[in-house]
Protein backbone atom coordinates (compact mmCIF):
# COMPACT_ATOMS: atom_id res chain seq x y z
CA UNK A 1 0.00 0.00 0.00
CA UNK A 2 1.58 3.40 -0.85
CA UNK A 3 -0.26 6.41 0.58
CA UNK A 4 0.48 9.82 -0.95
CA UNK A 5 -0.19 13.34 0.94
CA UNK A 6 0.01 16.67 -0.22
CA UNK A 7 -1.90 20.00 0.17
CA UNK A 8 0.40 21.43 3.45
CA UNK A 9 1.60 24.55 3.47
CA UNK A 10 1.65 28.50 5.04
CA UNK A 11 -1.58 29.99 6.00
CA UNK A 12 -2.51 32.89 8.65
CA UNK A 13 -4.10 32.19 11.64
CA UNK A 14 -7.89 31.71 11.33
CA UNK A 15 -7.56 30.23 7.37
CA UNK A 16 -8.10 27.23 5.67
CA UNK A 17 -6.13 24.01 4.05
CA UNK A 18 -7.46 20.94 2.84
CA UNK A 19 -5.28 18.15 2.89
CA UNK A 20 -5.46 14.89 0.42
CA UNK A 21 -4.47 11.48 1.09
CA UNK A 22 -4.33 8.80 -2.27
CA UNK A 23 -4.06 5.52 -1.79
CA UNK A 24 -2.82 2.46 -3.57
CA UNK A 25 -1.95 -1.22 -3.89
CA UNK A 26 -3.35 -3.02 -1.92
CA UNK A 27 -6.90 -3.42 -1.09
CA UNK A 28 -8.59 -4.12 2.11
CA UNK A 29 -12.33 -4.59 3.10
CA UNK A 30 -12.15 -3.16 6.18
CA UNK A 31 -9.75 -0.29 7.07
CA UNK A 32 -9.35 3.04 8.51
CA UNK A 33 -7.73 5.79 7.11
CA UNK A 34 -6.68 8.92 9.27
CA UNK A 35 -4.12 11.71 10.01
CA UNK A 36 -1.79 12.25 12.54
CA UNK A 37 0.42 15.23 13.23
CA UNK A 38 3.72 15.62 14.91
CA UNK A 39 5.19 18.63 16.26
CA UNK A 40 8.55 19.68 16.96
CA UNK A 41 9.54 18.24 20.35
CA UNK A 42 5.93 16.76 20.80
CA UNK A 43 5.05 13.16 20.65
CA UNK A 44 2.52 12.14 17.86
CA UNK A 45 -1.27 13.29 17.93
CA UNK A 46 -4.23 11.80 16.71
CA UNK A 47 -5.90 14.19 14.31
CA UNK A 48 -9.10 12.41 12.53
CA UNK A 49 -10.19 8.68 11.27
CA UNK A 50 -12.78 7.64 8.93
CA UNK A 51 -13.84 4.27 8.86
CA UNK A 52 -14.46 2.81 4.90
CA UNK A 53 -16.71 0.82 5.24
CA UNK A 54 -19.76 3.59 6.62
CA UNK A 55 -17.85 6.52 6.80
CA UNK A 56 -17.89 7.24 10.80
CA UNK A 57 -15.59 9.47 11.63
CA UNK A 58 -13.49 9.96 14.32
CA UNK A 59 -11.75 13.21 15.86
CA UNK A 60 -8.94 14.42 18.21
CA UNK A 61 -10.53 16.72 21.20
CA UNK A 62 -8.11 19.72 19.91
CA UNK A 63 -9.64 19.71 16.40
CA UNK A 64 -13.02 18.94 16.88
CA UNK A 65 -15.83 21.27 15.31
CA UNK A 66 -12.78 23.29 13.09
CA UNK A 67 -11.77 19.47 11.13
CA UNK A 68 -13.65 17.53 8.70
CA UNK A 69 -12.31 14.13 7.58
CA UNK A 70 -14.27 12.89 4.56
CA UNK A 71 -13.22 10.23 1.70
CA UNK A 72 -13.52 9.88 -2.16
CA UNK A 73 -14.60 6.12 -3.31
CA UNK A 74 -14.19 6.87 -6.45
CA UNK A 75 -10.41 8.25 -6.27
CA UNK A 76 -8.89 5.89 -3.12
CA UNK A 77 -8.80 9.61 -1.48
CA UNK A 78 -9.19 10.48 1.91
CA UNK A 79 -9.62 14.98 3.03
CA UNK A 80 -8.66 16.75 5.60
CA UNK A 81 -10.96 20.01 5.82
CA UNK A 82 -8.99 21.92 8.15
CA UNK A 83 -10.60 25.79 9.26
CA UNK A 84 -10.26 28.18 11.62
CA UNK A 85 -6.71 27.04 12.03
CA UNK A 86 -4.44 28.26 14.87
CA UNK A 87 -0.60 28.45 14.91
CA UNK A 88 -0.66 25.58 17.51
CA UNK A 89 -1.74 23.21 14.99
CA UNK A 90 1.25 23.57 12.65
CA UNK A 91 2.95 20.42 12.71
CA UNK A 92 3.84 17.63 10.01
CA UNK A 93 0.74 15.48 9.23
CA UNK A 94 0.93 12.24 7.79
CA UNK A 95 -1.85 10.23 6.80
CA UNK A 96 -1.90 6.16 7.24
CA UNK A 97 -4.44 3.02 6.92
CA UNK A 98 -5.68 0.92 9.36
CA UNK A 99 -5.99 -2.10 8.69
CA UNK A 100 -8.28 -4.60 11.05
CA UNK A 101 -6.10 -6.74 13.27
CA UNK A 102 -2.74 -4.70 11.99
CA UNK A 103 -3.42 -1.31 13.21
CA UNK A 104 -2.21 1.60 11.65
CA UNK A 105 -0.19 -0.20 9.63
CA UNK A 106 0.95 2.30 6.24
CA UNK A 107 1.68 5.42 6.76
CA UNK A 108 2.59 8.13 4.27
CA UNK A 109 4.96 10.82 3.77
CA UNK A 110 4.06 13.71 6.01
CA UNK A 111 3.27 17.10 4.47
CA UNK A 112 4.17 20.19 6.93
CA UNK A 113 1.46 22.50 7.73
CA UNK A 114 2.55 26.14 9.01
CA UNK A 115 -0.16 28.63 10.81
CA UNK A 116 1.84 31.88 11.34
CA UNK A 117 -0.06 34.12 14.03
Given at each position: VQLQASGG????AG???RLSCAASGRTFSSYKMGWFRQAPGKEREFV??????DSVTYYGDSVKGRFTISRDNAKNTVYLQMNSLKPEDTAVYYCAMSVTNLGWRYWGQGTQVTVSS
Open positions: GLVQGALAAISWS
